[in-house]
């Protein structure tokens, strides 16, 4: 084993070296500042920087459309709770939304969300609550018909207590489907995250009802001590 001048062993340094390393600043939480190490030391998060996304949760869409195809060139898409914007930047890239692959139909990509978003080129974005009465008929007016997918990265806001988390994120993920359901083409797909705990029966029923085929996937660029996954819900039955 090598050791420098001083006795002190090597081995191993430079390995360790290459993780950024963040002090517990002045009023910093700890948990904040492990949250920020983790974010300075992701993999994804560099991903994200170094080919223009607005967030590592682009990866999830990415890895999912990898393992499922449904963002096709051609194909409308609703992003529901759209901010900050990384899903629907590699749904305008799937579905040729710019019309930069020649030859390839030229798909559209609506995101929704209850914040501003910044513009996003290629996508439709537009300042909505999808849980308003006409909300579906505005989305249905935007697109010109109705949608080939309706995909959903929302998360309700985290109170602290788990159990109180996983079923507001279930319950909001059960009106995003009933929106899909007014606003999916026959065939399409829906996409939604969720948190695993054990209250989703019923909302894994209900799209069974709906679909012909219900996944549920933990893609790998979803953190491990994460208990989220996605339902990808494919082949729309209708009304």
């Known amino acids: ?41 992701d993999p994804y998060v ?15 869409i990415l890895e999912l459309d990898e393992k499922y195809r449904f963002l096709v060139p051609g194909a409308r898409v609703v992003d529901l709770g759209c901010a900050p914007g990384g899903w629907c930047q590699v749904a305008v890239k799937r579905v040729n939304a710019l019309g930069e692959k020649s030859g390839k139909k030229i798909g559209t990509v609506l995101g929704i969300d209850l914040q501003e978003v910044e513009p996003i080129a290629g996508a439709e974005i537009h300042l909505l609550d999808f849980m308003e009465d006409d909300a579906d008929e505005k989305v249905k007016e935007w697109l010109g018909g109705k949608a080939d997918v309706v995909m959903s990265d929302m998360a309700a806001a985290s109170s602290g207590h788990k159990q109180t988390d996983h079923l507001r994120i279930i319950s909001l993920c059960e009106t995003a489907a009933y929106f899909a359901f007014d606003v999916l083409e026959p065939g399409g797909t ?10 989703e029966g019923d909302l894994q029923k209900l799209l069974k009802q709906k679909f012909t085929k219900v996944a549920n996937v933990k893609p790998p660029s979803s953190r491990s001590d994460s208990s989220e996954k996605f339902v990808v819900a494919t082949g729309f039955r209708g009304d």
Do not use: C, H, I
């Open 46 to 60: 560099k991903r994200a920087q170094a080919e223009g996304y607005r967030g590592r949760a682009a990866f999830k």
């Open 190 to 199: 829906f996409v939604a995250k969720v948190l695993a705990g054990g209250a």
């Open 1 to 41: 084993m090598a050791k420098t001048p001083s006795g002190k062993n090597t081995s191993g340094r430079g390995q360790r070296d290459l993780k950024v390393k963040v002090k517990t600043a002045r009023g910093r939480k700890l948990s904040s500042t492990r949250w920020l190490q983790r974010q300075l030391n």
